[in-house]
């Protein structure tokens, strides 16, 4: 009874949204209630631990993930306003003829490094339209920038899935985000073959396509893995996303009627079209572990300290300002916005919009984050993980891709599905004596 207790606010959250095809927000006002009800009178959770322990999820919840996924989107925002998107556009389009090349720079490149600046959807919407509007067919070029998409999604917007993770399991930051580069290194040279083939699946294509894949996948896993390693979770899907390579080989393999064809657009205008990530880019490597003195010294000031006592012991939230990440979205999107012309009252309406914009995200994750704050302090996700481990043993591992394929499944989002089973992930791997890394 106590397992089945424990395992409803998850299968209601899929009964939920999977099968009545209700919104994220009000299905998850509807599962946090039911768990509060569960943890009340199923596991005899007191009402003091009961709303500790929702305040304690619900301030995970605002920092970092709702911070960052607020500027992220802010970001974005402002490339539109000052309509220097389309300079990135034209710039894109004008790189190279051939569809291949065409297709990995747009989807795999300025598609990940889209996810990795914004997420939301954005990184699969943008490259998919430019395609389309180079002619590409809308199913190819949905289906293309879906694909390209899934190695990107696993450090999301400024690594936020991979830093709610870390917090959720008390991980070490540079120890999982390089633990998921490894995971991810066989996709980062699949991927781009995948979408090489899509676009050209003609055998004479294929000693072509596999070179352009190695090349590709090489440089991605270099890059990640050296980020995550001494940098930590916000910038492997960046650094891994530089576009250089795939751009240095449409330029060295085009044909002569290409290479004296100039584009329309000044280096000028380039830059200031992407000043607002480079910035961003720029504050995410100064406040990186790469700098320890200057890193520790903005991490000791601006600090919120907070202490809630949750199960007789006391939980400690903090956030050190200087180094949040949705603080350096914030500041570089804001000075880079002004050098792109926009006014300063402008920003402002539009940070104010995308406040509105995101407002059902806003309860989702509030609710999300809550409820699994919930099921872990009264006992909930202990229960599971001690079902699991006695059902599967050492077999979990071929298991445990499913648990987190259902979470994605059922938020629609990686960092939703890290907050839902991330902690359950961990506890099995403890129950089963393997590293929950």
Known sequence: MTLILAIIPVLLLIVLMAFFKMSGDKSSIISLIVTMLIALFGFAFSVDNLFYSFLYGALKAVSPILIIILMAIFSYNVL?????????????????TDKSIQVLLLTWGFGGLLEAMAGFGTAVAIPAAILIGRGFKPIFSATVSLIANSVATAFGAIGTPVLVLAKETNLDVLQLSTNVVLQLSVLMFLIPLVLLFLTNPKLKALPKNIFLALLVGGVSLVGQYLAARYMGAESPAIIGRILIVIVLYGKLTASKEEKARKSTLKTKDILNAWSIYLLIL???????????????????????????????TTVNYTISWLTHAGVLLFLGTFIGGLIQGAKVKELFIVLWNTVKQLKKTFITVICLVGLSTIMDTSGMIAVIATALATATGSLYPLFAPVIGCLGTFITGSDTSSNILFGKLQASVAGQIHVSPD
Do not use: D, G, Y
């Open 80 to 96: 539109l306003k000052t309509e220097k998107m389309e300079i990135i556009k034209q710039q894109f389009a004008s790189i190279s």
């Open 282 to 312: 720029f504050l995410i490597i100064l406040t990186s572990p790469l700098f320890p003195s200057l890193r520790s010294t903005l991490e000791n000031n601006w600090v919120t300290r907070i202490s809630l006592p949750v199960n007789a």
